[in-house]
């Protein structure tokens, strides 16, 4: 099969500031129970009073899932991001429900989860069995526009080795269904069970992603284009990459910081694919331990050296990325407001230990839920 890029358009683009968008997915939850509550639809109907199809269902009854529109600059995306989920919120207030942004539900029965009706989604299941089970997870996803398939795909090689510091940085998904795991980026585990999940492979060219698609469809591995999972693509609808490996964020504020330092990561990357640079190649077996090793510590612990395997400081592993994209960064005037959040983000603490936080303050889960909540406009 060939895979082609969803549009052939595409708005003019400041090289220094790309348009981003953020898609970001929730829980539905009973404020009564603070458990999970299957009732997205509800949700979702409500508020495309106002967000139109910018806001939908996901998999599962437990997720809502809300975009904003295309975004130059920081302020802006701020601003939508806050309206976004202000709107969200007050829908599901409106129908006696609460949003909470947690990679995994803290509270609630949710395995197996109640499945939206949908054709694919029954295709998925009969495909993928279950793997469905522990489905309601919710990821930040960060959309940068580059309408060039194959620069795009060259771009995802580059970002490989940052993936685990994406992880680490917004790790958010420490509780399953009453259960402390352990982890801090939970999420992360549950999906890596998937076949086409995870890092990208290395990509040498548009056609060996074109033949490497046919092989993943012909194996039954893909029941369509959209079931590539991986954490960095081309978007198979927009003229962008897509960069989906993080949990969702626990406010607004989070969000927009992991938005700017994605939109970073991707203009340096692209700089280096026009300058003729293939990409680095951490081992596999690596990158796969810094995956882990990230979600495991998130900003509390260390993370691992994709190249070497070497523990570094997971804050050190952050402030690297950061420095990696200064110069995008003072290209867009977004330095001052990353180092402001970043600092921020680290005395504040990440959205796992600030769940962990309420956890000890409230002394039960119903407490994390409950902060959870509040934060969610924030």
Same mark, same amino acid.
């Given at each position: 099969?060939?895979?082609?890029? !969803?549009?052939?358009?595409?708005?003019?683009?400041?090289?220094?500031?790309?348009?981003?968008?953020?898609?970001?997915?929730?829980?539905?939850?009973?404020?009564?129970?603070?458990?999970?509550?299957?009732?997205?639809?509800?949700?979702?109907?409500?508020?495309?009073?106002?967000?139109?199809?910018?806001?939908?269902?996901?998999?599962?009854?437990?997720?809502? +899932?809300?975009?904003?529109?295309?975004?130059?600059?920081?302020?802006?995306?701020?601003?939508?991001?806050?309206?976004?989920? !202000?709107?969200?919120?007050?829908?599901?207030?409106? +129908?006696?429900?609460?949003?909470?942004?947690?990679?995994?539900?803290?509270?609630?029965?949710?395995?197996?989860?109640?499945?939206?009706?949908?054709?694919?989604?029954?295709?998925?299941?009969?495909?993928?069995?279950?793997?469905?089970?522990?489905?309601?997870?919710?990821?930040?996803?960060?959309?940068?526009?580059?309408?060039?398939?194959?620069?795009?795909?060259?771009?995802?090689?580059?970002?490989?080795?940052?993936? &685990?510091?994406?992880?680490?940085?917004?790790?958010?998904?420490?509780?399953?269904?009453?259960?402390?795991?352990?982890? !801090?980026?939970?999420?992360?585990?549950?999906?890596?069970?998937?076949?086409?999940?995870?890092?990208?492979?290395?990509?040498?060219?548009?056609?060996?992603?074109?033949?490497?698609?046919?092989?993943?469809?012909?194996?039954?591995? *893909?029941?369509?284009?959209?079931?590539?999972?991986?954490?960095?693509? &081309?978007?198979?609808?927009?003229?962008?990459?897509?960069?989906?490996?993080?949990?969702?964020?626990?406010?607004?504020?989070?969000? !927009?910081?992991?938005?700017?330092?994605?939109?970073? *990561?991707?203009?340096?990357?692209?700089?280096?694919?026009?300058?003729?640079? &293939?990409? &680095?190649?951490?081992?596999?077996?690596?990158?796969?331990?810094?995956?882990?090793?990230?979600?495991?510590?998130? *900003?509390?612990?260390?993370?691992?050296?994709?190249?070497?395997?070497?523990?570094?400081?997971?804050?050190?592993?952050?402030?690297?990325?950061?420095?990696?994209?200064?110069?995008?960064? +003072?290209?867009?005037?977004?330095?001052?407001?990353?180092?402001?959040?970043?600092?921020?983000?680290?005395?504040?603490?990440?959205?796992?230990?600030?769940?962990?936080?309420?956890?000890?303050?409230?002394?039960?889960?119903?407490?994390?839920?409950?902060?959870?909540?509040?934060?969610?406009?924030?």
């Amino acid at each position: 099969m060939t895979v082609t890029a !969803a549009s052939t358009t595409s708005a003019p683009s400041d090289p220094a500031r790309p348009l981003m968008g953020v898609e970001e997915e929730y829980l539905v939850v009973d404020p009564r129970t603070r458990e999970v509550a299957p009732r997205a639809g509800l949700v979702v109907a409500r508020a495309a009073g106002e967000l139109g199809d910018r806001v939908c269902t996901e998999i599962t009854q437990f997720q809502v +899932e809300a975009k904003t529109p295309p975004c130059a600059g920081s302020a802006e995306l701020a601003r939508e991001l806050a309206r976004m989920r !202000a709107v969200v919120a007050a829908a599901a207030r409106a +129908e006696g429900l609460a949003l909470i942004a947690s990679g995994t539900p803290v509270l609630g029965p949710a395995v197996p989860p109640p499945i939206t009706e949908d054709p694919r989604y029954d295709l998925g299941i009969e495909n993928y069995r279950s793997l469905h089970d522990e489905q309601a997870i919710c990821a930040g996803h960060v959309h940068v526009h580059l309408p060039d398939r194959e620069r795009a795909l060259l771009v995802c090689n580059h970002l490989r080795p940052w993936l &685990p510091a994406l992880i680490a940085f917004m790790a958010n998904s420490p509780f399953w269904t009453g259960r402390d795991t352990g982890y !801090a980026a939970w999420r992360v585990l549950a999906w890596s069970k998937w076949p086409v999940a995870g890092p990208p492979p290395y990509l040498e060219s548009l056609g060996h992603f074109e033949r490497l698609v046919e092989g993943l469809t012909a194996s039954g591995a *893909l029941v369509d284009p959209a079931t590539m999972f991986w954490d960095a693509r &081309p978007s198979l609808r927009l003229p962008t990459v897509e960069v989906r490996v993080s949990d969702v964020p626990a406010s607004a504020r989070e969000s !927009a910081l992991l938005a700017l330092v994605v939109r970073a *990561l991707v203009t340096v990357s692209l700089r280096r694919v026009e300058a003729g640079d &293939p990409g &680095p190649r951490p081992p596999d077996e690596l990158l796969r331990v810094a995956y882990w090793r990230a979600a495991r510590d998130g *900003l509390d612990g260390h993370g691992a050296d994709p190249y070497t395997g070497r523990q570094v400081p997971a804050a050190q592993v952050v402030e690297g990325l950061i420095e990696h994209v200064r110069p995008a960064l +003072e290209e867009s005037g977004d330095l001052e407001t990353v180092l402001r959040e970043w600092r921020w983000l680290r005395e504040a603490g990440s959205g796992a230990a600030r769940q962990r936080a309420a956890l000890r303050r409230h002394g039960s889960f119903e407490g994390v839920v409950d902060d959870l909540v509040a934060r969610f406009s924030g």
